[in-house]
């Protein structure tokens, strides 16, 4: 199993930011997936989650602001950020359960001005 993410970057306030993982090595289509984010000096927490079916789930603090979203066929999953915040800055894991956790090596987002 691989997973890797992309995407991240230093945006200013207000602003939009896609995230994008790459997976392989598992069947992409019949698994649950998310995203998780760990802040500076913060634990790590659930973002966003989809299923297999496509239904999904978030975290309050990105309800509203944050879409996830996968591609079966091309094995992607997505996380479309807006109206980013401060304490939006994390670094931002993919993540899948399969018999055990594997994570995505993270990709930086730094909201600032």
């Known amino acids: 199993v691989q997973l890797q993410a992309s995407g991240g970057g230093l945006v200013q306030p207000g602003e939009t930011l896609r995230l994008s993982c790459k997976a392989s090595?598992?069947?992409?289509?019949?698994?649950?997936l998310a995203w998780y984010r760990q802040g500076p000096g913060q634990q790590r927490e659930l973002v966003a989650q989809i299923t297999s079916n496509h239904s999904t789930n978030y975290t309050d603090s990105v309800k509203g602001r944050f879409t996830i979203s996968r591609d079966n066929v091309r094995s992607m999953l997505y996380l479309q950020m807006a109206s980013l915040k401060p304490e939006d800055t994390a670094v931002y894991y993919c993540?899948?359960?399969?018999?055990?956790?594997?994570w995505g090596q993270g990709t930086l987002v730094t909201v600032s001005s």
């Open positions: 993540y899948l359960h399969l018999y055990r956790d594997y």
């Open positions: 090595g598992f069947a992409f289509r019949l698994n649950t």
